[in-house]
């Protein structure tokens, strides 16, 4: 089915998930994970940080007014949104993964990498916490991992011939 | 900072939602909002639906092993997740949208448009439940629509000059 002139220029910009911590969670999506923070804004009471892979390698080219304007343009961004005072709030519950009820609904976020062996004794190594091993389960071409706030994170081959 | 080698491969591939009624919410998806289904993987108790816009106009020239790979390599995918049962079970309590409590966590999933004032209408006229319309509250350059299962889809214009 090709594209209707009206909706020929939509893309699926961003997924946008709240966090405790935008330290630990920074860390976690671009150290850890390899995306790059594109822009954030902050506003009086959260602050909004957009992350991208660099798929294209033209990252590091752009001044921060074109990392602003990548960050609406592409598909692939995440947005976390921090709600000041929530990360060193003794009484915050903490967010809930989607994955459960109640609250049930939302998913995951999948990563797609080339070699799914190499990338999860990585994220291993780096002690992140797996809710699915790859060896785990019936599924042996996947894992989910939590990320800092307990969100599941897929890990896919991008590869053909997963399953 | 540039990518390091460990991760250079990796890709933001898809998100997970779940949905009450696949067909309900592929009608929404693809009718209204211009995404494609590239592919749905049936198992026993719940089928998988992958979805993405044909950003680059070639979804048409693939066929439909090739849709299946793209669904698990590019960037931008959005997977439905229907549990086989919920469009007719009268005691579904439906998901959570993740934007109150319990169940607070997930945000949003954004579709980047080159005209919000026209793609807006559009989604007016064609009866789509706004959250948040154009003209209301103190943002007047996005807007967030739901989907049929309650989730919020922002919409956000691509174009630069935002805000």
Redesign the interface.
């Known amino acids: 089915?090709?594209?209707?002139a009206?909706?020929?220029?939509?893309?699926?910009?961003?997924?946008?998930?709240?966090v405790k911590d935008p330290k630990v969670s920074l860390d976690f999506y671009?150290r850890i994970?390899?995306?790059?923070l594109l822009t954030e804004k902050k506003f009086s009471d959260f602050t909004l940080y957009f992350l991208?892979?660099?798929?294209d390698?033209k990252f590091?080219s752009l001044n921060d007014e074109e990392k602003a304007?990548e960050a609406?343009?592409r598909?692939?961004?995440?947005?976390l949104?921090h709600n000041h005072g929530t990360e060193s709030d003794p009484n915050f519950q903490g967010?809930?993964?989607?994955n459960s009820d109640?609250?049930?609904?939302?998913?995951?976020?999948?990563?797609?990498?080339?070699?799914i062996q190499?990338?999860c004794a990585?994220f291993e190594q780096l002690g992140v916490p797996f809710k699915k091993k790859l060896t785990e389960g019936k599924m042996k071409n996947i894992a989910f991992m939590l990320d800092p706030?307990g969100?599941w994170v897929?890990v896919?081959?991008?590869?053909?011939g997963?399953d």
């Not at 009206?6 to 709240?18: D, G, I, Y």
């Not at 598909?75 to 947005?79: F, I, K, N, T």
């Not at 967010?95 to 989607?98: D, H, I």
């Open positions: 089915m090709p594209r209707s009206e909706t020929a220029s939509f893309k699926f910009n961003h997924t946008m998930l709240r671009t994970i390899g995306m790059n991208a892979f660099d798929v390698n590091d304007n609406r343009s598909e692939g961004v995440l947005e949104t967010y809930a993964s989607g109640p609250g049930k609904g939302f998913g995951h976020i999948a990563i797609a990498v080339d070699n190499k990338a990585r706030d969100y897929e896919v081959p991008s590869t053909f997963r």
